[in-house]
């Protein structure tokens, strides 16, 4: 046991924050770990199935909780952290409902949000009813009902189109989300399962498989699936007179236009910095980076290290991540803390 009883608060109970709190928590410091929803879980808990192994997200969500349980005695929901300010070396937890708490540590794992893709007006969300989200798509396939187009017919012709509201200077974010192309891989394979006769054309800038059997993945979705690939940028989407959708795109290998018909098209958006998040940081004096993310001291030598002293930042609050990189991350944030609070320690006694 922790003898140095530090007060270490976690904002956010989404996969950073549980695997944080939980391994500090095992340290044997004491944790408080806040979340505004009333379940813990963030993201993790509105996915299906993980790339790229298909593996149930319910499997990561009870281990993550499982450990919470063991580790960590204080964790709060409802709790909707609005700012943190500093005072002599301490830090103050403000929430929407008035109340507040001070710790010595303050380790923001408030995750991210989806590029609103309503942004995109050419591609017709929230006007086109077959036009959806990818996790529109995700809340779907959790669902388990069969896949349907708005009006409760078997979709045959389906459409993913990728980088939306992603590495698109208009839309504001010069930054590549990273897990959106194995995340249109991995969908467009479990739509296939569901509907073996489908006809699925993925629509891609290029295509970004950096992690371990994503690039397989890909090759699957193609030798094994019959998924068709398009390096194609998508101009505009309309709707046809029986709803269905048309696509217009330039094929950037030939170089020629093209106009195609689908029954539901899938924009798989982005990951961008939270809004409340960015007030948070504002309020703790942090720095940004160029995309708006919660920026590290040094991004290299300590990226969970910000520049005011005592706050740190985990997982996708500070830059897109998987699910397994934002574990590890997590985990290296929480070393990171406890090599500050133990040189600390260790400043004060030399006193
Ligand atoms: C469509 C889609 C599919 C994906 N599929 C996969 C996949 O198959 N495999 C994979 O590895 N990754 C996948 N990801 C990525 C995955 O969602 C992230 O890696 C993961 O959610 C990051 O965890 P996090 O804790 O950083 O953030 P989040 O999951 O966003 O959790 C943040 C938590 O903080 C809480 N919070 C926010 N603000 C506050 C506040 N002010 N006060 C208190 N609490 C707050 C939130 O409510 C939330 O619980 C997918 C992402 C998307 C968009
Ligand atoms: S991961 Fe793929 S879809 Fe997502 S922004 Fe990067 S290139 Fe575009």
């Not at 003898?3 to 956010?12: A, D, E, K, Y």
Request: hydrophobic content about 40%; glycine content about 10%.
């Amino acid at each position: 046991m922790n003898t140095n009883r530090q007060h270490i608060i976690v904002i956010g109970a989404g996969p950073a924050g549980l695997e944080a709190a939980a391994t500090l928590g095992a340290a044997g410091y004491p944790v408080t770990l806040l979340e505004k929803e009333n379940h813990t879980g963030g993201k993790l808990k509105s996915l299906h199935q993980l790339f790229p192994g298909f593996r149930p997200a319910y499997e990561v969500q009870n281990y993550l909780d499982g450990r919470l349980e063991i580790n960590v005695a204080q964790v709060i929901t409802n709790a909707d952290v609005i700012s943190v300010t500093t005072e002599n070396g301490k830090h103050k937890v403000i929430l929407a409902d008035g109340q507040s708490m001070n710790g010595d540590i303050v380790l923001i794992a408030s995750g991210f949000q989806v590029f609103n893709a309503e942004k995109k007006e050419e591609y017709g969300y929230g006007i086109y009813e077959n036009v959806i989200t990818s996790p529109d798509l995700e809340a779907k396939l959790k669902s388990c009902d069969p896949l349907t187009s708005a009006n409760g017919t078997t979709p045959r012709k389906i459409a993913f189109i990728h980088c939306v509201g992603s590495r698109d200077q208009k839309a504001g974010n010069v930054h590549c989300s990273r897990v959106c192309c194995i995340t249109g891989v991995k969908q467009a394979i479990e739509v296939k399962m569901q509907l073996p006769g489908a006809e699925i054309f993925n629509f891609y800038m290029d295509l970004r498989m950096f992690g371990q059997n994503f690039e397989e993945l890909y090759i699957e979705a193609q030798q094994k699936w019959g998924i068709t690939f398009i390096r194609g940028r998508v101009s505009e989407i309309g709707e046809n007179m029986d709803g269905t959708l048309q696509l217009k795109a330039e094929d950037t290998l030939s170089g020629r236009p093209m106009k195609m018909n689908f029954d539901l098209v899938v924009l798989l958006v982005g990951i961008v910095p939270a809004r409340q998040t960015l007030a948070i940081g504002k309020s703790a004096g942090l720095a940004l980076t160029s995309g708006d993310f919660l920026a590290a001291s040094d991004a290299q030598l300590s990226p969970n290290k910000t520049t005011t002293d005592g706050i740190f930042i985990t997982g996708t609050c500070r830059e897109p991540l998987s699910i397994a990189e934002t574990l590890t991350d997590a985990r290296a944030a929480s070393v990171s803390i406890i090599q500050y609070l133990n040189e600390r320690q260790k400043k004060s006694e030399c006193i």
